[in-house]
């Protein structure tokens, strides 16, 4: 059973940064992302990273963010830079026991999800 457990969440003002963390254990986690999800909207997709070193990112947040991982601390990271008040929202960090393959931002596609870390921003 994989665990995956977020931090790093917190109050910044826009501009600002943050780095989110995820600590993960368990079987072999094949491709691994963060999702957010704000107030009465929909769980939607950020970034993921393959097991093969490939990543990924939603077009909201190309440029800006930089999604990592550490094999040696097995630790997903998401470093988040030029924030905007559009990325508040609860972030979650999710793993899978399959490739990314081309179904890496389907949420449905996971099957281990962290209890969330919430990022908000201020204008």
């Known amino acids: 059973q994989v665990q995956l457990v977020e931090s790093g969440g917190g109050s910044v003002q826009a501009g600002g940064s943050l780095r989110l963390s995820c600590a993960a254990s368990g079987p072999t986690r094949y491709c691994m992302g963060w999702f957010r999800q704000a107030p009465g909207k929909e769980r939607d997709w950020v970034a993921s990273f393959s097991i093969l070193g490939n990543t990924y990112y939603a077009d909201s947040v190309k440029g800006r963010f930089t999604i990592s991982q550490d094999n040696a601390k097995n630790t997903l990271y998401l470093q988040m830079n030029s924030l905007k008040p559009e990325d508040t929202a609860m972030y979650y960090c999710?793993?899978?026991?399959?490739?990314?393959?081309?179904?890496?931002?389907?949420?449905?596609?996971?099957?281990?999800w962290g209890r969330g870390t919430q990022v908000t921003v201020s204008s």
């Open positions: 999710a793993a899978r026991g399959t490739y990314c393959s081309v179904t890496y931002r389907e949420l449905g596609r996971y099957n281990y």
